[in-house]
């Protein structure tokens, strides 16, 4: 009796392992034992995969990362280079206007023996010690001296205008006491009423002295040396008239003239070694 119901037991646990395999073989969702392994080890092996390639995409990032610096760096220095190409380039254009801006006065005055110089150093202003004083000098120092003929008392211009005279030579320098200069004193003339006078070197600039209280000065109008004395040429631009001061009790008129040279910029020169007094009708201003 026992053996029978073991029998059926077993009978039934066959049958329906038969319609589990039949169910399973009807959905085609049949797996081999391998394939359901597999199955259990699949997400395992996914989260491998992907800390895997996240780690590889880590250490590449890192790679890329010094690669990017080192292209950055590479063209960081080529826009250094292109800069200091444009600052160069603008720097000799600058040079060749002024260049020609000195050719051009120098044609246009054939009277004047002209030697070019540059401006070696600025010394505006400059102490300068003597034995017993100190007082300061505005100068400058230019690379043209005894053994190009500059001697001290020679005018020193630009095609802009009047610099100042030369103060003292040496072989390959000379130093050139400024128009701005305390102690710098020129006869002018303005050019529009004909209005003569001295300009006198300030702490502040330019101021022309004992212009008669009768003549007409008025701002803007051109002030120019007049060639008294044989000093300057006659015609060399001092500077403009900024301002007048008159006065019904002095008898005397005081304008302030502006520079048309920025002393700061100074950097080439003509130093008039000899000239032709031109008369006033060929004076060119």
Do not use: C
């Not at 005397?252 to 700061?264: H, M």
């Not at 070694?273 to 060929?282: A, G, H, L, M, N």
Request: without cysteine; proline residues 4%.
């Amino acid at each position: 009796m026992i053996r029978v119901r073991s029998h059926f037991i077993i009978l039934l646990a066959m049958l329906f392992f038969a319609l589990l395999l039949i169910v399973l073989d009807q959905g085609a969702r049949m797996e081999r034992p391998q394939d359901f392994g597999q199955r259990l080890v699949m997400p395992a092996e996914f989260g491998l995969s992907t800390l895997t390639r996240t780690i590889g995409g880590l250490f590449t990032s890192i790679g890329d990362i010094g690669r990017l610096r080192d292209e950055n760096e590479a063209l960081r220095q080529q826009l250094d280079s292109l800069a200091l190409v444009h600052v160069q380039l603008t720097e000799l254009q600058t040079e060749n206007e002024r260049l020609r801006d000195l050719l051009g006065f120098q044609e246009g005055h054939p009277n004047y023996t002209l030697e070019v110089a540059e401006i070696i150093s600025q010394g505006s202003p400059a102490a300068v010690v003597g034995q017993e004083v100190s007082n300061l000098v505005q100068s400058v120092r230019i690379n043209q001296g005894k053994e190009s003929g500059v001697e001290p008392g020679m005018s020193v211009i630009t095609a802009y205008g009047l610099v100042g005279r030369v103060l003292e030579s040496g072989q390959g320098w000379a130093k050139v006491l400024l128009i701005t200069d305390d102690t710098s004193r020129i006869t002018a003339v303005v050019q529009q009423g004909r209005a003569g006078g001295v300009v006198e070197g300030t702490r502040q600039g330019l101021v022309m002295r004992y212009i008669p209280h009768e003549e007409r000065v008025e701002p803007n109008d051109v002030v120019l040396t007049a060639g008294l004395g044989g000093q300057f040429p006659k015609g060399l631009v001092i500077g403009v008239v900024e301002s007048v001061e008159r006065s019904d009790i002095n008898p005397w008129q005081e304008a302030v003239i502006r520079p048309t040279i920025d002393f700061s910029q100074l950097e080439y020169v003509f130093v008039i070694r000899s000239f032709t007094q031109v008369s006033e009708e060929e004076v060119a201003p």
